[in-house]
């Protein structure tokens, strides 16, 4: 079974400019969730989709969007680039059951923004 | 709110060694606990996790308890290998927003050989 999977693995932009960045989930998983994670302020959630719905939501601005596909792959598009957006970028699927179950990590986008 | 306090690092023992990294939490309600490890360049992998009370999480050698009494998801392994080495994330999930994991800041573990 083909794991979670992140595309590109390594992007470098500028500020100002914007970004797309795409998870595609393990087959039958309806959820994708979205991670930042930064040295200063480690793992932060930044939403979640199920079943192209944006189910739930962190503390990020606007400039932050996702979107979520039929068939369960995920975008998540970041607008007017600061450096501080300068992370590794983790989505993670699941079946989107709740009460505990497993979320699988993909290997991350990084993401330099110069 | 709901958080996480794990041991802060690095922690550097030598192969063989007995490792614990404390973890406490604080939640609304009943949370799962979550061991998760991310090796060098890699996402992360779940390690271990419980889902409610007196649950005991094991996996690859490492073992935690859910103690509700102390609000605590200690992670232990008897006898450490090389292999490791990485950085071991606390976290825990609440029912009513269960896709959303929060974290704990990292623990950094070396082991010597």
């Known amino acids: 079974k083909a794991g979670v999977t992140q595309t590109p693995r390594y992007l470098i932009k500028t500020r100002g400019q914007q970004v797309t960045l795409s998870c595609s989930p393990i087959?039958?998983?309806?959820?994708v969730s979205w991670y930042q994670q930064t040295p200063g302020q480690g793992l932060q959630f930044l939403f979640e989709?199920?079943?192209?719905?944006?189910?739930n939501k962190g503390n990020f601005p606007g400039r932050f969007s996702g979107r979520q596909f039929s068939n369960s792959r995920s975008e998540m598009n970041v607008s007017t680039l600061e450096l501080g957006d300068s992370a590794l970028y983790l989505c993670?699927?699941?079946f989107g059951d709740g009460g505990g179950e497993t979320q699988y990590f993909g290997p991350g986008t990084r993401l330099l923004v110069l | 709110g709901d958080s996480v306090t794990q041991m802060e690092g690095p922690v550097t023992l030598s192969e063989e060694a007995f490792l614990t990294i404390n973890c406490t939490y604080t939640?609304?309600?009943?949370?799962?606990l979550f061991w998760y490890v991310q090796y060098p360049g890699e996402g992360l992998q779940l390690l271990l996790k419980?889902?409610?009370?007196?649950d005991k999480g094991s996996n690859k050698g490492f073992e935690a308890t859910y103690r509700k009494e102390t609000t605590s998801f200690h992670l232990e392994k008897g006898s450490v290998q090389v292999s490791d080495s990485a950085v071991y994330f606390c976290?825990?999930?609440?029912?009513?927003?269960?896709?959303?994991?929060?974290f704990g800041s990292g623990t950094r573990l070396s082991i010597r050989p």
């Open positions: 087959s039958g998983h309806r959820s």
């Open positions: 976290a825990l999930t609440v029912y009513s927003s269960a896709s959303k994991i929060i």
């Open positions: 989709y199920f079943s192209e719905t944006q189910r």
């Open positions: 419980a889902t409610k009370a007196d």
């Open positions: 939640a609304t309600g009943y949370p799962s």
């Open positions: 993670a699927s699941s």
